[in-house]
């Protein structure tokens, strides 16, 4: 079942994640919308972390779960952005591939059925 995610990334330029090659390259709400929904549709974010590994084949292969249906908005609200994605992602995904993209510049806000 598809849970509804409210995020904001407070200060959208520290919004990114430790490793260049992963992290974050918007400036704007759409962008970041966009980013965060092709993270959660299909695997590449995942194959490129994974490989990075010290050990690939070690890697939970639960982290890579995709859904083709995932939905992200984005809103610009005064200098911070506002996220709702949707999905069917389990929510301990959904924060590992936040934290690739945006590292510790997210929080989430709240989580409701879809």
Known sequence: MPSRYH???SDPAKARGNDPGLAFRAVSAEGFAEELENALREDSLF???KAA???P???DPGLGVTDANAVVSG???DLSIDLIATTSIPG???RHRLRLLAGHGWALHD???A
Do not use: F, G
């Open 53 to 55: 590994q010290p050990d």
């Open 111 to 113: 989580v409701t059925a």
């Open 75 to 77: 809103a610009q609200q």
């Open 7 to 9: 995020l904001r990334l």
């Open 47 to 49: 194959t490129r972390w």
């Open 92 to 94: 301990a995904v959904l």
């Open 57 to 59: 084949d070690a890697v």
